[in-house]
């Protein structure tokens, strides 16, 4: 296991006597991709501006390498070594060639010997045919690759992305998220990036911290993150749309029994008899089967619902059952058509009891 | 008309004949007005940096005092720094009035909050996150600075400009500090005010052609530069 890059303890700070940001502590691992999400103004561009040293904090340390960073030389020095993308591309008025070499001009790295570095960078963001352009003409995505060419350019140990593809359109953000990627697996650069499009994070990331109230309110591999939410804000940050209250009616084995209004479910996992719980259900997981079918299928949940709505979600479908409680689940465009899902008709919606993660209601 | 026209034949002959008082009066002019501009971008750039990315108690009186001295009429700048150079004042001891040092300081003094002014409006134009970007690149905080007043650059091209338009066309201030003493500290404005005093009316309109077109010129080459580098 590699050892720890970076290390957060006890981090507070305050924006006009107000608490915007309070982290206990995290550690980040030399390589590791840790994405930061969660939904505006919950702290994270704040956690990263402290990560690079670029706010006051009330107090907390962050470690580099095992040594605190403190001010004066150790900050530069620990500047030096990390890189920041905001989610403006921040260029200067000058060519794509020297905008890309403005890290490196500001350690006082020889003209010469910058040569090479720089265009190895360009052509890894795929602007080498830039190279001579005005930073000011060339487009958005074009901005945005010249300036993740010039944070690799000073080879950073740690690069901080703070929402670098919110402002790019899709095929635009694809590309780069792509080339980020490749970037990243042949370089072994360690990236803490902002973000609240959850999907870049599972894309990109080796852990995700969801970031809650200036917090982390989760801190896990996207996995465990996606489908093991702590909380009620989690789970609906990270996609999951059937949050349901209900009370364990037996548990034994691993298996729970949640009686949900009038309905029960089965879910996997353990709790006392009585007490009263959260469950949390993907719509991914729930399959849906014309009414009155028996699906062959092990899943424990087999309930029968009426269709209350059905919008499409970009290149998917919501359904929304009702089936005592309100149910969702994403579809094929195929399966709205081969299954004739209306608004009214009747359907059998089908989960596993793993795929229901339950955790105690707070405060139960 | 006929007047004009007189005026502006004179300043034609009087410049491609190499008049040596004329050109005397034009080059203590440019001299004297240059360094005061020069002095002034000096103090009034780091004046004006200073104060657009610091932040202290009384900013804003500070920035309200900047902006009340770009609009001091010069000859109330003018008024002061002759109190100041008086023989019997707080700097009588250098015995600068009446000399052309005299009419720099008192130019410089008006210029400098002109582009003080100009540049705190620049460097706080630009994008706060900027300065974060450059201090993550690792900058210190003095390689920051050159690279914020580099970023501002055009809008600064029009402090100069500003600034040197400003000196090079006030009167009160030259003629109270200078004394407009003939081939001394005789320039083109005190003298255009003389000769106008006098009845000279060809003579003075000939001065203020010269002036104008001095003035024309230069705010063209800097206007070219800030043009041909302005972002598309």
């Given at each position: 296991?590699?050892?720890?890059?970076?290390?957060?303890?006890n981090?507070?700070?305050?924006?006009g006597?107000?608490?915007?940001?309070?982290?206990?502590?995290?550690?980040?691992?030399?390589?590791?991709?840790l994405?930061l999400?969660?939904?505006?103004g919950?702290?994270k561009?704040?956690?990263?501006?402290?990560?690079?040293?670029?706010?006051?904090?009330?107090?907390?340390e962050?470690?580099?390498h095992?040594?605190?960073?403190?001010?004066?030389?150790?900050?530069?020095?620990?500047r030096?070594?990390?890189?920041m993308v905001f989610?403006e591309?921040?260029l200067?008025?000058?060519?794509?060639?020297?905008?890309v070499?403005?890290?490196?001009?500001?350690?006082?790295?020889?003209?010469?010997?910058?040569?090479?570095?720089?265009e190895?960078?360009?052509?890894l963001?795929?602007?080498?045919?830039?190279?001579?352009?005005?930073?000011?003409?060339?487009s958005?995505?074009?901005?945005?690759?010249?300036?993740?060419?010039?944070?690799?350019?000073?080879?950073?140990?740690?690069?901080?992305?703070?929402?670098?593809?919110?402002?790019?359109?899709?095929?635009?953000?694809?590309?780069?998220?792509?080339?980020?990627?490749?970037?990243?697996?042949?370089?072994?650069?360690?990236a803490?990036?902002?973000?609240?499009?959850?999907?870049?994070?599972?894309?990109?990331?080796d852990?995700?911290?969801?970031?809650d109230?200036?917090?982390?309110?989760?801190?896990?591999?996207?996995?465990?993150?996606?489908?093991?939410?702590?909380?009620?804000?989690?789970?609906?940050?990270?996609g999951?749309?059937?949050?349901?209250?209900?009370r364990?009616?037996?548990?034994?084995?691993?298996?729970?029994?949640?009686?949900?209004?009038?309905?029960?479910?089965?879910c996997?996992?353990?709790?006392?008899?009585?007490?009263?719980?959260?469950?949390?259900?993907?719509?991914?997981?729930?399959t849906?089967?014309?009414?009155g079918?028996r699906?062959?299928s092990?899943?424990?949940?087999?309930?029968?619902?009426?269709i209350r709505?059905?919008?499409?979600?970009?290149?998917?479908?919501?359904?929304?059952?009702d089936?005592?409680f309100?149910?969702?689940?994403?579809?094929?465009?195929?399966?709205?058509?081969d299954?004739?899902?209306?608004?009214?008709?009747?359907v059998?919606?089908?989960?596993?009891a793993t795929?229901?993660?339950?955790?105690?209601?707070?405060?139960? | 008309?006929?007047?004009?026209?007189?005026?502006?034949?004179?300043?034609?002959?009087?410049?491609?004949?190499?008049?040596?008082?004329?050109?005397?009066?034009?080059?203590?002019?440019?001299?004297v007005?240059?360094?005061?501009?020069?002095?002034s971008l000096?103090?009034g750039?780091s004046?004006?940096t200073?104060?657009?990315?610091?932040?202290?108690?009384?900013?804003?009186l500070?920035?309200?005092?900047?902006?009340?001295g770009?609009?001091?009429?010069?000859?109330?700048?003018?008024?002061?720094?002759?109190i100041?150079?008086?023989?019997n004042?707080?700097l009588?001891?250098?015995?600068?009035l009446?000399?052309?040092t005299?009419?720099?300081?008192a130019?410089?003094?008006?210029?400098?909050?002109?582009?003080?002014?100009?540049?705190?409006?620049s460097?706080?134009?630009?994008?706060?996150?900027?300065?974060?970007?450059?201090?993550?690149?690792?900058?210190?905080?003095?390689?920051?600075?050159?690279?914020?007043?580099?970023e501002?650059?055009?809008?600064?091209?029009?402090?100069?400009?500003?600034?040197?338009?400003?000196v090079?066309?006030?009167v009160?201030?030259?003629?109270?500090?200078?004394?407009?003493?003939?081939?001394?500290?005789?320039?083109?404005?005190?003298?255009?005010?003389?000769e106008?005093?006098?009845g000279?009316?060809?003579?003075?309109?000939?001065?203020?052609?010269?002036?104008l077109?001095?003035?024309?010129?230069?705010?063209?080459?800097l206007?070219?530069?800030?043009?041909?580098?302005?972002?598309r």
């Amino acid at each position: 296991m590699k050892g720890v890059i970076l290390s957060v303890r006890n981090l507070k700070v305050s924006r006009g006597g107000v608490p915007v940001l309070d982290i206990p502590g995290f550690e980040i691992r030399t390589g590791e991709f840790l994405s930061l999400i969660g939904p505006n103004g919950t702290g994270k561009s704040t956690l990263l501006l402290g990560l690079a040293g670029l706010i006051r904090k009330d107090r907390g340390e962050i470690g580099f390498h095992g040594k605190p960073v403190e001010n004066g030389a150790r900050l530069l020095d620990y500047r030096r070594r990390l890189a920041m993308v905001f989610q403006e591309p921040l260029l200067f008025d000058a060519t794509v060639y020297e905008n890309v070499a403005s890290g490196l001009r500001i350690r006082g790295m020889a003209r010469s010997s910058m040569r090479p570095v720089i265009e190895e960078n360009l052509a890894l963001f795929d602007v080498a045919h830039l190279s001579s352009r005005s930073a000011r003409k060339i487009s958005g995505g074009e901005a945005q690759r010249t300036s993740l060419a010039r944070a690799f350019a000073t080879n950073p140990e740690l690069i901080l992305l703070d929402e670098p593809f919110a402002s790019l359109d899709p095929p635009t953000k694809e590309a780069i998220v792509q080339d980020l990627g490749h970037a990243m697996r042949i370089r072994g650069t360690t990236a803490v990036m902002a973000t609240h499009d959850r999907m870049d994070a599972l894309r990109l990331s080796d852990r995700i911290a969801v970031m809650d109230g200036g917090g982390i309110a989760q801190i896990g591999t996207p996995a465990e993150v996606m489908n093991q939410p702590v909380s009620e804000a989690v789970a609906a940050f990270v996609g999951v749309e059937t949050i349901l209250k209900g009370r364990v009616r037996s548990s034994a084995g691993g298996a729970l029994q949640v009686e949900v209004g009038s309905r029960e479910i089965f879910c996997a996992g353990t709790c006392e008899q009585g007490k009263e719980v959260l469950c949390f259900i993907r719509p991914e997981h729930v399959t849906i089967y014309p009414e009155g079918s028996r699906p062959d299928s092990s899943a424990r949940n087999v309930l029968s619902g009426t269709i209350r709505s059905v919008q499409p979600i970009g290149m998917l479908y919501r359904v929304s059952i009702d089936c005592g409680f309100s149910l969702n689940a994403h579809v094929t465009g195929q399966s709205v058509d081969d299954l004739g899902l209306l608004p009214g008709k009747g359907v059998t919606a089908v989960f596993k009891a793993t795929a229901v993660h339950v955790i105690r209601k707070p405060g139960a | 008309m006929e007047l004009i026209l007189e005026g502006i034949r004179k300043a034609i002959w009087l410049l491609f004949t190499f008049d040596p008082e004329v050109l005397g009066i034009t080059w203590l002019s440019l001299k004297v007005s240059g360094l005061a501009t020069f002095f002034s971008l000096f103090i009034g750039i780091s004046l004006g940096t200073v104060v657009a990315l610091a932040r202290f108690p009384g900013r804003r009186l500070v920035v309200s005092l900047i902006n009340t001295g770009m609009g001091v009429p010069p000859v109330v700048v003018g008024l002061f720094v002759t109190i100041f150079l008086w023989r019997n004042g707080p700097l009588g001891f250098f015995e600068l009035l009446y000399t052309p040092t005299a009419i720099i300081l008192a130019q410089a003094v008006i210029a400098t909050p002109i582009v003080a002014g100009i540049s705190l409006a620049s460097i706080q134009k630009l994008p706060e996150a900027l300065r974060l970007q450059i201090l993550a690149l690792g900058a210190t905080r003095i390689q920051m600075v050159r690279m914020l007043i580099r970023e501002a650059r055009l809008p600064l091209l029009a402090a100069v400009m500003a600034g040197f338009g400003g000196v090079i066309s006030e009167v009160g201030a030259s003629i109270m500090v200078g004394g407009n003493i003939k081939g001394y500290t005789r320039v083109l404005t005190t003298a255009t005010v003389m000769e106008t005093g006098k009845g000279n009316f060809d003579i003075a309109i000939a001065l203020g052609v010269i002036l104008l077109i001095f003035t024309f010129c230069i705010n063209a080459i800097l206007t070219g530069i800030q043009q041909r580098e302005r972002p598309r």
